[in-house]
């Protein structure tokens, strides 16, 4: 059997037709196949690659530090050098409240574990989320997620949430002096790139504030880069209570963080001690590798391009199959008239050697968040290809 036969044999499945693409290499922008073929990488990963795929950096670290030493404790226990300096580095880049990092395995974990510190934190336990909204898989993590087609198959979830409207001024009179926290993302990803209003993002804040819940911003997909400034609720002009990291934090290693301040956190210390635990949260490769690629982002100095990268996108996705295109930097959804539309471009794309994909709330939208580090003329060759690939659909 070939490895394409035994991965579909052994390895589980998360739908009945997967890309099944056998990679062999990545580096930068590109990615390679068993035959040799080169795939323009559009998606970063999910935008887990925001500086590119193996960036020479991240691989020195993490073989650095694997030579000195690997696991060693439970999270928490020891002084572990690439957990202080990551963690360090990543304060100094925050609002001087956010000043206090739990790092875990991934963003799902991250929520879970931002959902906890509310409830402990406030005494409260009812939790607010919104509406097409994604948080990750895990049982907490999904009762917030925000689509019932990808609850219902696994109720009963977590009691206690309600699923507000987000841009939703109305939705905001239901976060009331009982509600722990209110998780929203910065920018709404899954449901095909909603940007939020900056007065109804200010509204927000302020009830949270009136009501005494803690504000929860997610940025597990759009942080560190993505939307053109190194957080997007820098854009928003508010600061959380608690910051959700995750994807791009590891610098392709898998790793997750929520943040808070030091009087927030430290109500998980006692009554339980050890009120949230992990084992291999802030693994010290992964820190280190983590650390490598943030300094990385900052040294390139990438992020002030991503705007005009951004817009240089919109100005060649031309085409009269093209219903919209919303975006926030280097995050776009580009939507279709369906998703079997959708579906057909992203089939021809790949097929040309340029990787996309689409969005779990919008499927008809076609996903765009490439590592930051895409040129102009790797740009204008993407887009050259999504437009054939949309003049190939509709003349069928």
């Given at each position: 059997?070939?490895?394409?036969?035994?991965?579909?044999?052994?390895?589980?499945?998360?739908?009945?037709?997967?890309?099944?693409?056998?990679?062999?290499?990545?580096?930068?922008?590109?990615?390679?196949?068993a035959?040799?073929?080169?795939?323009l990488?559009?998606?970063?990963?999910?935008?887990?690659?925001?500086?590119?795929?193996?960036?020479p950096?991240?691989?020195?670290?993490?073989?650095?530090?694997?030579?000195?030493?690997?696991?060693?404790?439970?999270?928490?226990?020891?002084?572990?050098?690439?957990?202080?300096?990551?963690?360090?580095?990543?304060?100094?880049?925050?609002?001087?409240?956010?000043n206090?990092v739990?790092?875990?395995?991934?963003?799902?974990?991250?929520?879970?574990?931002?959902?906890?510190?509310?409830?402990?934190?406030?005494?409260?336990t009812?939790?607010?989320?919104f509406?097409?909204?994604?948080?990750?898989?895990?049982?907490?993590?999904?009762?917030?997620?925000?689509?019932?087609?990808w609850?219902?198959?696994?109720?009963?979830?977590?009691?206690?949430?309600?699923?507000?409207?987000y841009?939703?001024y109305?939705?905001?009179?239901?976060?009331?002096?009982?509600?722990?926290?209110?998780?929203?993302?910065?920018?709404?990803?899954?449901?095909?790139?909603?940007?939020?209003?900056?007065?109804?993002?200010?509204?927000?804040?302020?009830?949270?504030?009136?009501?005494?819940?803690?504000?929860?911003?997610?940025?597990?997909?759009?942080?560190?880069?993505?939307?053109?400034?190194?957080?997007?609720?820098?854009?928003?002009?508010?600061?959380?209570?608690?910051?959700?990291?995750?994807?791009?934090?590891?610098?392709g290693?898998p790793?997750?963080?929520?943040?808070?301040?030091?009087?927030?956190?430290?109500?998980?210390?006692?009554s339980?001690?050890?009120?949230?635990?992990?084992?291999?949260?802030?693994?010290?490769?992964?820190?280190?590798?983590?650390?490598a690629?943030?300094?990385?982002?900052?040294?390139?100095?990438?992020?002030?391009?991503?705007?005009?990268?951004?817009?240089?996108?919109?100005?060649?996705?031309?085409?009269?199959?093209?219903?919209?295109?919303?975006?926030?930097?280097?995050?776009?959804?580009?939507?279709?008239?369906?998703?079997?539309?959708?579906?057909?471009v992203?089939?021809?794309?790949?097929?040309?050697?340029?990787?996309?994909?689409w969005?779990?709330?919008?499927?008809?939208?076609?996903?765009?968040?490439?590592?930051?580090?895409?040129?102009?003329?790797?740009?204008?060759?993407?887009?050259?290809?999504?437009?054939e690939?949309?003049?190939a659909?509709?003349?069928?």
């Open positions: 059997m070939n490895n394409r036969q035994l991965f579909l044999q052994h390895v589980a499945q998360t739908s009945d037709a997967p890309l099944a693409l056998e990679i062999v290499k990545a580096a930068g922008m590109y990615m390679w196949d035959k040799g073929k080169q795939y990488d559009l998606i970063a990963g999910i935008s887990v690659c925001n500086i590119g795929h193996c960036h950096a991240v691989v020195k670290a993490i073989q650095d530090q694997a030579e000195q030493y690997m696991h060693l404790l439970v999270y928490g226990e020891f002084v572990q050098s690439p957990q202080v300096a990551f963690a360090t580095a990543l304060t100094r880049q925050l609002p001087a409240d956010l206090s739990f790092f875990t395995n991934s963003g799902a974990e991250a929520i879970e574990g931002a959902m906890k510190l509310a409830k402990r934190y406030t005494g409260k009812e939790i607010a989320a509406n097409r909204s994604y948080h990750g898989s895990t049982q907490g993590a999904l009762s917030i997620l925000g689509d019932e087609y609850r219902n198959a696994y109720r009963p979830l977590l009691p206690g949430i309600r699923h507000l409207e841009n939703n109305e939705s905001l009179e239901q976060i009331t002096d009982k509600t722990a926290a209110v998780i929203a993302e910065s920018v709404q990803a899954e449901g095909g790139v909603i940007v939020p209003q900056r007065e109804w993002i200010h509204a927000l804040r302020d009830k949270c504030a009136a009501t005494g819940a803690l504000l929860i911003l997610d940025e597990v997909q759009c942080g560190l880069g993505r939307n053109g400034t190194l957080w997007a609720f820098e854009q928003h002009g508010i600061t959380p209570d608690i910051l959700v990291l995750g994807k791009a934090l590891g610098g290693m790793l997750g963080a929520f943040i808070a301040s030091r009087d927030i956190m430290w109500s998980l210390t006692n339980p001690v050890l009120g949230h635990i992990t084992t291999f949260g802030g693994h010290p490769v992964n820190c280190a590798a983590g650390l690629g943030f300094n990385a982002l900052l040294e390139m100095d990438v992020i002030k391009d991503v705007k005009a990268k951004g817009q240089l996108f919109h100005e060649r996705l031309q085409h009269p199959a093209i219903k919209s295109v919303r975006s926030l930097g280097l995050m776009m959804a580009i939507e279709m008239e369906s998703f079997a539309v959708n579906k057909k992203i089939d021809y794309c790949i097929e040309k050697g340029v990787l996309t994909d969005f779990l709330f919008a499927p008809e939208c076609l996903r765009i968040a490439p590592p930051l580090i895409i040129t102009e003329t790797e740009i204008r060759h993407a887009c050259m290809i999504i437009c690939a949309l003049d659909v509709t003349a069928e």
